[in-house]
């Protein structure tokens, strides 16, 4: 499958613009949607994988997250 992304800020009307690529090319357009879909495959609520759309976590949540998941050594 073909992707194509649009980098936007906010107000920028790339919503409308792309709805309409999407439609010229016969593609699906994906926003929140993909979101959405992300967070139901991962098992967490939508809002909190929203929180990472577009950004990554910093070190310390991914550090905590390396802590709290680990196993201890025997």
Known sequence: MAVITL???YG???G???RALA???GAEYL???L?????ARSGIPEAE???YDERLPGLW????AALTSATPEE
């Open 35 to 39: 979101v959405a879909q992300v967070a």
């Open 49 to 51: 994988a929203a929180g």
């Open 31 to 33: 926003d929140r949607e």
């Open 16 to 18: 409308a613009i792309g």
């Open 61 to 64: 949540r991914r550090l905590a």
């Open 7 to 9: 980098s936007r800020q």
């Open 12 to 14: 920028s009307g790339s």
């Open 23 to 25: 439609q010229r090319l």
